[in-house]
T-cell receptor
Framework: DTGVSQNPRHKITKRGQNVTFRCDPI?????LYWYRQTLGQGPEFLTY????????KSRLLSDRFSAERPKGSFSTLEIQRTEQGDSAMYLC??????????????FGEGSWLTVV | DQQVKQNSPSLSVQEGRISILNCDYT??????FLWYKKYPAEGPTFLIS?????DKNEDGRFTVFLNKSAKHLSLHIVPSQPGDSAVYFC??????????FGTGTSLTVIP
């Protein structure tokens, strides 16, 4: 068990370009979450998957954002036509079942996005 | 609207003393609460949790207290150690799916 893995760890992109982040959850975890964190704020929920099904999306997840988990294992988060306001750390987390006692969500180290 | 609030952005404590970090929430339906610790350039690390049916949970040097009537929880670290210096986030959920995080408190433990 190597924990939740995210890559790339850092991405600098020009405004208007597309970026994609990948998350590999803890192997036996069936739930996968995406959060976003900006400076001075706590993580904000974006979306979560139960296996390959995307079950909930935040209103923060605009049409330019798309997340997939095609085989119920790794997930990708794509941001199209990036804007400077997209600059943030994108955090992936996973859990075995819902995030209750015994099913704590575990975070990866995050992917930093800077849009210039 | 911020459903989970941490009103103290920073806290400094002497090594060996108690650190008390506070968190308030507005949604009385939240039924599970967690504390995470975060070092710079890393993702949050789970520290301790508490269900709404309890008012206290202890794990080594860390104790979380929950006061449902006041919609308040706190994290006590005793004794504080320099390695505890980090940003601490409290989080709450009512479904186990979406977690609401506070803005964090930066703890500095002075040797």
């Amino acid at each position: 068990d190597t924990g939740v893995s995210q890559n790339p760890r850092h991405k600098i992109t020009k405004r208007g370009q597309n970026v994609t982040f990948r998350c590999d959850p803890i192997s036996e975890h069936n739930r996968l979450y995406w959060y976003r964190q900006t400076l001075g704020q706590g993580p904000e929920f974006l979306t979560y998957f139960q296996n390959e099904a995307q079950l909930e999306k935040s209103r923060l997840l605009s049409d330019r954002f798309s997340a997939e988990r095609p085989k119920g294992s790794f997930s990708t988060l794509e941001i199209q036509r990036t804007e400077q306001g997209d600059s943030a750390m994108y955090l992936c987390a996973s859990s075995l079942g819902g995030g209750y006692t015994g099913n704590t969500i575990y975070f990866g180290e995050g992917s930093w996005l800077t849009v210039v | 609207d911020q459903q989970v609030k941490q009103n103290s952005p920073s806290l400094s404590v002497q090594e060996g003393r108690i650190s008390i970090l506070n968190c308030d929430y507005t949604n009385s339906m939240f039924d599970y609460f967690l504390w995470y610790k975060k070092y710079p350039a890393e993702g949050p690390t789970f520290l301790i949790s508490i269900s709404s049916i309890k008012d206290k949970n202890e794990d080594g040097r860390f104790t979380v207290f929950l006061n449902k009537s006041a919609k308040h929880l706190s994290l006590h670290i005793v004794p504080s150690q320099p390695g505890d210096s980090a940003v601490y986030f409290c989080a709450a959920t009512l479904t186990g799916n979406q977690f609401y995080f506070g803005t964090g408190t930066s703890l500095t433990v002075i040797p």
